[in-house]
């Protein structure tokens, strides 16, 4: 679904992802702070809430 990506991007974005005392749902590439939380990807992916 992804595809290509630059590798060296997705190593930086997780060697960033701890360290944030006050936000555990963040991370920093290239200088853009990065939002990963769980409604973040649902509002990415375009998944719903499910009635059961």
């Known amino acids: 679904m992804i595809g290509e990506c630059n590798i060296s991007w997705v190593e930086e974005f997780y060697a960033n992802a701890l360290g944030y005392a006050t936000d555990d749902y963040t991370s920093t590439v290239r200088g ?6 769980p ?3 649902d509002a990415i ?3 719903r809430h499910a009635d059961y």
Not at 32 to 37: D, F, H, L, Q
């Open 32 to 37: 853009k702070t990065i939002s990963y939380t």
């Open 39 to 41: 409604g973040m990807i």
């Open 45 to 47: 992916f375009g998944f």
